[in-house]
């Protein structure tokens, strides 16, 4: 059973307008979220976090929202670039040991 | 900066071989981690290491095991590989738990496309 859902598989979005990538989660034990960026041939890259005892954490054009009673993040972008387009994984840890992942959206912004 | 690599990008094996992939990280990192990345499926974690000769399963460990016998090198083998091994690998590296609450993540190196044929 999967604990951390990603139930958008693909997003498209418009150049300049926000995209909104959302994460379910099952297990209430998870106190640390994180946000990765995926291009073709590279590696994850880690994008932003947030602790169980925020609901929010902003960084440039990069905001990461937490509601702990509906288990669920969502990862905003404003204003999409073309350059943001990649799958992004939504990760969630136990006491910061080791990370269960979400399957991943593919994000595209059109120009 | 961190910097993660894995010996190949792509690699062609042949079922029933026995299959190492290779992982070193630079920056004294004690955990290190494998990964799967399959369409649908994310990233599930294979093994994990927290220490020179430590090893815990993951998620998935099943046909696979892991070496670590230097602390910057974190080795996944296939024992004997089939055609469901057949994916994206990827390895990642952080310091020690108490350390994470700091916003250091996971450094991902940029995988090793596997075929098993």
């Known amino acids: 059973d999967q604990q951390v859902k990603q139930n958008s598989p693909s997003l498209s979005v418009q150049e300049g307008r926000i995209s909104i990538l959302n994460c379910d989660y099952t297990n209430s034990m998870f106190d640390y979220f994180l946000w990765y960026k995926k291009y073709p041939a590279e590696g994850p890259t880690f994008l932003i976090s947030?602790?169980?005892?925020?609901d929010k954490n902003e960084d440039g054009r990069f905001t990461v929202f937490l509601n702990k009673s509906a288990k669920h993040l969502s990862l905003h972008i404003v204003p999409s670039q073309p350059g943001d387009s990649a799958v992004y994984f939504c990760a969630a840890s136990v006491t910061a040991r080791q990370l269960t992942f979400g399957s991943g959206t593919q994000l595209t912004v059109l120009p | 900066d961190v910097k993660v690599t894995q010996s190949s990008r792509y690699l062609v094996k042949r079922t029933g071989e026995k299959v190492f992939l290779e992982c070193v990280q630079d920056m004294d990192h004690e955990n290190m981690f494998w990964y799967r990345q399959d369409p649908g499926l994310g990233l599930r974690l294979i093994y994990f290491s927290y220490d020179v000769k430590m090893k815990e399963k993951g998620d998935i460990p099943e046909g696979y095991s892991v070496s670590r016998e230097k602390k910057e090198r974190f080795s996944l083998i296939l024992e004997s590989a089939s055609t469901n091994q057949t994916s994206m690998y990827l390895c990642?590296?952080?310091?020690?738990?108490?350390?994470?609450?700091?916003?250091?993540?996971?450094?991902f190196g940029d995988g090793t496309r596997l075929s098993i044929l």
């Open positions: 990642a590296s952080t310091t020690k738990w108490e350390r994470l609450r700091s916003n250091q993540p996971q450094h």
């Open positions: 947030i602790s169980s005892i925020k």
